[in-house]
């Protein structure tokens, strides 16, 4: 019964330890998304090629949208997980359009929105599409 106990205390002890109790890093201030776009607009030429991009309000500090194909797109929040309310931190692609970077704190993501490089150990905040003909919705 003591060992349980004293095991018990210990996973107490680690749990709350941790700077954020969730586990999923720093934490970006929680805003309610409900975006709708047509891919086919010509506000969105990007969204017309595979790996191509667009970036749309909404979100916190925006939302970046990149085309995987023709039936899937990605949407991810633009504040960097590094530290999401800094004045500077917004996350763009790089003008090679290979990689998405956060010219603040120097993280890197590809363009699934995992991080690659820099400070950040976290990968870009995911948002919900579903496409609908040519709408994309978005959503958390």
Same mark, same amino acid.
């Given at each position: 019964?003591?060992?349980?106990?004293?095991?018990?205390?210990?996973?107490?002890?680690?749990?709350?330890?941790?700077?954020?109790?969730?586990? $999923?890093?720093?934490?970006? &201030?929680?805003?309610? !998304? +409900?975006?709708?776009?047509? %891919?086919?607009?010509?506000?969105?030429?990007?969204?017309?090629? +595979?790996?191509?991009?667009?970036?749309?309000?909404?979100?916190?500090?925006?939302?970046? $949208? !990149?085309?995987?194909?023709?039936? *899937?797109?990605?949407?991810?929040?633009?504040?960097?997980?590094? #530290? &999401?309310?800094?004045?500077?931190? *917004?996350?763009?692609? #790089? &003008?090679?359009?290979?990689?998405?970077? #956060? #010219?603040?704190?120097?993280? *890197?993501?590809?363009?699934?929105?995992?991080?690659?490089?820099? &400070?950040? %150990?976290?990968?870009?905040?995911?948002?919900?599409?579903?496409?609908?003909?040519?709408?994309?919705?978005?959503?958390?």
């Amino acid at each position: 019964m003591c060992k349980l106990w004293a095991l018990c205390a210990l996973l107490l002890l680690f749990t709350t330890a941790c700077n954020n109790s969730n586990g $999923i890093g720093p934490r970006i &201030p929680e805003v309610f !998304v +409900d975006e709708q776009i047509s %891919v086919n607009s010509q506000l969105y030429p990007g969204l017309r090629q +595979d790996g191509g991009y667009a970036y749309i309000n909404g979100g916190y500090k925006g939302i970046l $949208i !990149v085309r995987q194909n023709a039936s *899937q797109y990605l949407a991810f929040e633009r504040a960097c997980p590094y #530290d &999401p309310t800094a004045s500077c931190s *917004q996350v763009e692609v #790089d &003008p090679s359009n290979l990689f998405i970077v #956060d #010219d603040c704190c120097g993280s *890197q993501f590809n363009m699934q929105g995992n991080v690659t490089g820099g &400070p950040s %150990v976290y990968g870009l905040q995911q948002y919900r599409t579903a496409l609908s003909g040519s709408l994309l919705y978005i959503s958390n």
